[in-house]
């Protein structure tokens, strides 16, 4: 049997270390699944039940492994459910290959059957992204594709005409086109920046006396260097939410997290400092960064293009987070003051206090903040732990705490919903042996909740524990709070999640008390097999900010005024929240 333009792109695929592959079948790319159903033993096809589960799978598989995330779609719609999937992956810089299929080549463009140009569709997207011309074409493009999209850390787009997909790879071929004369060796570069930069950065950073460390998912592997600075320093890291991992939450030199998200310590760090070093961070919220001209900047980034992105640096190191900080570190002269840290441990401890009070509450309705700090101080210390958007992403910011080895993401600068179960399968898929738990709101569970069934037919053991308080709160507290709005069409009809997930063949438990949540979250990570907990809580808890702004109060004062929807309960909620940070 020949040789077939789908047999090449697959064998190209595994040549580059693909062993998964996440996505659904269909008539645009049957000519592809027939290559991978023939090398089904050397390569695994992962059949979810949205094509935006299946770019959302790659994302993270690609997030919490560091290696190439492949996603496969049919033409038309199949291709165009990949689309914020793969923005999620553009956005903060993952790399992801997206397979998708078109119809036949000598119809395109003639208003045929599913005729959508998704190399066209895809052109924003894409760091790389191309049309397979013909069967000579595939290897040239798809290795292309796997170089461009790990080179460049983005996403990566080959498209291939039904027709052509079971072509013989001897047809068609020009006489330049020399067969196997592209390379599937990546031959990545140091990512060092030059000794004189590095004295120079040395140098500002020597003539601190309020420095302050802002390390982002860049800085994720470079834990020991991260404290080792810090100390040199005596400097507090804060942590945008996508490096949260980056150094445990319990260690002396971090304050937490940063923004809406973050701790009042934090933002009192970078409130008063003098001195700032961004490593591997572009944390898009400028409000939250020291005025400019306040502190002097050093910024590690591997990608040029981002150096002074946020804020106005003096002196910008190019280069992998981890690679620049061992070099940095020799040139550095310990501060024998500690007192600025000091203040911001101090600071930490105050916050902790809070968020343990937060967190063992015993109020009814139950807190959503009980829930994480129950589920936190559960987990294993090898755990990887994936949230979505919304009032649930402040929830895991501030109540889960990093330990060990523990990996944490979600989908940071795009900020989409529905990402959180898919994140957890593509994290299970890769580490097996690993606790995989997804932390998620009702909300956005519900607009992918099929991919339970995924779980099921592949027997992965991922625990799902879904806040549900029938509303889409993040954005209720945002039509109140950022406009003095009342609440709109946010609330949702409700779900028996615990229901949904026994249908779909896993173990489903629900939680409404206080008094019996850590016990039924132990239950369910004990449980083998997938397993949803559903926890009932308070829709009126708002997430709120380690700050409230005077601008913030008056917002939120006349949104109830005109009108929002339980204003009284929610008055109530807020006042004694905000009292409990007072006393």
């Not at 890291?237 to 260690?251: E, N, R």
């Not at 441990?345 to 009814?364: F, H, N, P, V, Y």
């Not at 559903?534 to 380690?546: G, K, N, S």
């Amino acid at each position: 049997m020949k040789t077939t333009a789908s047999d090449v792109l697959v064998e190209t695929l595994l040549a580059w270390g693909v062993d998964t592959v996440f996505g659904i079948p269909g008539d645009g790319i049957n000519g592809i699944i027939e290559a991978f159903r023939k090398r089904q033993d050397r390569i695994r096809f992962i059949q979810v039940r949205h094509e935006e589960a299946a770019a959302f799978a790659a994302c993270g598989y690609a997030k919490f492994t560091g290696r190439l995330g492949v996603c496969v779609a049919t033409s038309g719609p199949g291709g165009i459910h990949l689309l914020n999937g793969l923005y999620d992956a553009k956005l903060d810089g993952v790399p992801v290959l997206a397979i998708t299929g078109l119809q036949f080549h000598d119809l395109l463009n003639t208003e045929t059957q599913q005729d959508v140009e998704l190399d066209k569709l895809f052109i924003d997207v894409c760091k790389y992204n191309n049309r397979i011309m013909g069967p000579a074409h595939t290897e040239n493009v798809v290795e292309l594709a796997c170089r461009a999209a790990l080179a460049y850390r983005g996403v990566a787009h080959v498209t291939m005409p039904v027709d052509m997909q079971e072509m013989p790879v001897d047809e068609m071929r020009s006489k330049r086109n020399r067969p196997h004369h592209v390379s599937d060796i990546w031959a990545e570069s140091a990512h060092i920046p030059t000794d004189a930069a590095i004295r120079k950065a040395a140098e500002l950073l020597n003539q601190r006396k309020k420095p302050v460390i802002i390390a982002g998912r860049g800085a994720v592997g470079a834990r020991k260097e991260l404290e080792e600075i810090a100390e040199i320093l005596g400097a507090p890291i804060v942590k945008p939410i996508l490096g949260k991992a980056c150094v445990p939450d319990d260690s002396p030199y971090t304050t937490g997290g940063v923004g809406l998200l973050g701790t009042r310590p934090s933002q009192d760090a970078l409130e008063g400092c003098d001195t700032l070093l961004i490593v591997g961070s572009s944390f898009p919220y400028i409000e939250f960064y020291p005025k400019p001209g306040q502190a002097r900047c050093v910024q590690i980034e591997i990608d040029p293009l981002r150096i002074g992105l946020r804020y106005p640096v003096e002196v910008g190191l190019v280069g992998d987070s981890l690679r620049v900080l061992r070099r940095l570190i020799p040139h550095l002269d310990r501060n024998p003051d500690r007192s600025w840290l000091q203040q911001a441990q101090q600071g930490k401890a105050e916050w902790q206090k809070l968020m343990e009070e937060r967190g063992t509450r015993q109020d009814m309705p139950m807190k959503p903040q009980v829930v994480a700090h129950e589920l936190g101080k559960r987990l294993r210390d090898d755990a990887i732990i994936a949230t979505d958007s919304g009032t649930i992403t402040t929830w895991a910011a501030r109540h889960i705490n990093i330990r060990g080895e523990q990996m944490f993401s979600l989908s940071g600068n795009l900020a989409t919903m529905a990402c959180g179960l898919p994140y957890a399968i593509g994290a299970q898929v890769a580490y097996p042996d690993r606790q995989v738990v997804a932390f998620v709101g009702d909300g956005g569970l519900s607009m992918l909740m099929a991919e339970l069934a995924t779980a099921v037919k592949y027997k992965l053991p991922i625990k799902i524990v879904v806040i549900k308080n029938n509303t889409l709160g993040q954005i209720k507290w945002e039509q109140m709070v950022f406009l003095g709005n009342p609440e709109y069409v946010c609330d949702l009809q409700p779900i028996d999640f615990a229901m949904v997930a026994r249908a779909c063949g896993a173990t489903g438990l629900s939680v409404e008390r206080p008094e019996e949540c850590g016990r039924v979250i132990e239950q369910a990570l004990a449980t083998p097999g997938p397993v949803l907990v559903e926890a009932v809580v308070d829709p009126h808890e708002p997430p709120m900010p380690p700050k409230i702004r005077a601008e913030q109060a008056l917002h939120f004062a006349e949104s109830l005024a005109r009108g929002t929807p339980h204003r009284g309960k929610i008055a109530l909620t807020v006042a004694s929240d905000t009292v409990r940070e007072l006393v």
